[in-house]
């Protein structure tokens, strides 16, 4: 292992998606212009994901309730 690989160890983590999705999410990517790569979209996604999922301690994110009405429907 060389100076430079030791001291990037732990940095980052390298993880896999199905080609597809990656393909897809490129796309989007080069339509939109806002993201610069793939890392930097996943990166976005994860961060998001985590703050909807772990909201900071004291404050809940409100979940809307949907309800059905069967009458609605006829």
């Not at 796309?27 to 806002?34: A, P, R, T």
């Not at 976005?44 to 069967?70: H, M, N, Q, T, Y």
Request: aromatic fraction near 6%; proline fraction near 9%; avoid cysteine.
């Amino acid at each position: 292992m060389t100076e430079e690989e030791k001291s990037n160890k732990g940095k980052n983590k390298i993880v896999s998606l199905p080609r597809r999705l990656a393909e897809d999410i490129q796309v989007l990517i080069d339509e939109s212009g806002y993201w610069l790569d793939l890392d930097e979209f996943v990166r976005e996604g994860a961060l998001e994901k985590l703050r909807k999922e772990r909201p900071p301690p004291g404050k809940s994110i409100p979940v809307p309730i949907l309800a059905f009405d069967p009458e609605e429907k006829r």
